[in-house]
Each structure stands twice: as structure tokens, then as C-alpha cells.
């Protein structure tokens, strides 16, 4: 049986402050900064042997694929609400139900549905040629996979932080199952490049 490889890239440095043009950038645009990382990102990816590039549809995700799309023009690729952001499980937690108590129940579980059904469209075994896929997602989607590829508590996604244009990587195998080969990985970028939209860096 063959092996897939995930690639999760969590979109460049954004700013969701900037102006709206279109329904399609109401989750903010990347900064200047952010389009630096993203083309750092795509040099690093365009060594790998890719077989088909799945981005989010939000703004931010697509711009930080475009740089790895031009490189790559002939590589298959997909636009897909399956990467958007969510909240992906809340579940019993009491920190998570605390902070969002203000969400409909409902809309808490079809997000988390939402969340799960992504990572078992995704994380799944292959046949055929081994596949190495990129995935360019959001930072609570991304946790939440790496969370059930460890087969921890899916409430523990909340507890990792992650730089933004950082690299995850799962492999997916039909023998050994899930594993998780790295999390969060900056080599890619220098010092001065590393935000993470959530903390002062």
C-alpha cells in the first residue's frame, strides 16, 4: 500500500483590518510580511515530489498558495471550503465552553463536525504511487488534525501555538496508521519572519 504525506501550511501574516473589495476578502488580506513568508514557504515545497495542492478558499490562504501555484502550474490544485477556519471542538471542555459561551450549541457541533469530517477526507490511506499533498489551512484546523494524529484529546488544540507559514506534516499509512512527522516547523523562514497573528512576537 502506498503512503500519503500531508503537508499543512497555516496561511502568511494578515491583516484583517484592511479594506474589503469583495465578499471574498472578508477575512483579511496578507501583510507585506505575509507575502514574504508565503514565498519562502512555496521555494521550500517546490523540493518536494507534490502531487496535488488543496487550498482554503479565505483570502489569506489563497494568497499564501499563489506563490507555490506559479511555480507549480502544472501540479493539480483545488480551492476548497473543507480548509476554512472553524472552531473544531469544544466538546466538555470547561476553558472552551467558557470561551464560547456566547455560540449557538448547534452552531459549536457543526462546526466540530465540520472539523472532523476535513481530517477524515484528508488523513486517510492512499493506493497507487505514494502521494505528497500540501494543504493550506488555518491555525485551529491544523491543531485539531495534529491532535487526532497523536490520538489525544481533540479539547488540546487550544493549548498549541503556531507560527504562521509554518509547516506540519502527517503521514498516513496503511500498516503503521497516523503518524505525525513534525509540527510547526520555521526552518523555512528567518528570525525576523516569525508572527504568529496571535502574540507580539
Not at 62 to 89: D, G, H, S, V
Not at 138 to 167: E, K, Q, T
Amino acid at each position: 500500500m502506498a503512503t500519503r504525506y500531508l503537508y499543512l501550511i497555516r496561511h502568511g501574516q494578515y491583516d484583517s483590518s484592511a479594506p474589503v473589495p469583495s465578499p471574498r476578502h472578508l477575512e483579511g488580506e496578507l501583510t507585506k510580511l505575509g507575502h514574504t513568508q508565503a514565498k519562502r514557504t512555496a521555494k521550500a515545497l517546490t523540493r518536494l515530489p507534490i502531487t496535488k495542492i488543496h487550498y482554503s478558499m479565505l483570502r489569506r490562504a489563497e494568497q499564501t498558495a499563489q506563490p507555490l501555484l506559479e511555480a507549480l502550474p502544472l501540479i493539480k490544485n483545488k480551492r476548497t471550503r473543507r480548509l476554512k477556519e472553524c472552531i473544531p471542538y469544544v466538546g466538555d471542555n470547561t476553558y472552551l465552553k467558557s470561551l464560547y459561551s456566547d455560540m449557538p450549541r448547534s452552531e459549536i457541533a457543526r462546526q466540530e463536525e465540520y472539523a472532523e469530517n476535513a481530517f477524515s477526507y484528508y488523513v486517510r490511506p492512499t493506493r497507487g504511487i505514494n502521494k505528497h499533498e500540501i494543504l493550506y489551512s488555518h491555525a485551529n484546523l491544523i491543531r485539531y488534525f495534529v491532535c487526532r494524529a497523536l490520538g489525544v484529546s481533540p479539547a488540546a488544540w487550544i493549548n498549541m501555538d503556531i507560527y504562521n507559514c509554518s509547516i506540519t506534516r502527517i503521514l498516513v499509512d496503511g500498516r503503521r496508521g497516523v503518524l505525525l512527522l513534525s509540527y510547526n516547523d520555521i526552518g523555512h523562514l528567518t528570525p525576523t519572519m516569525l508572527t504568529d497573528n496571535m502574540h507580539e512576537l
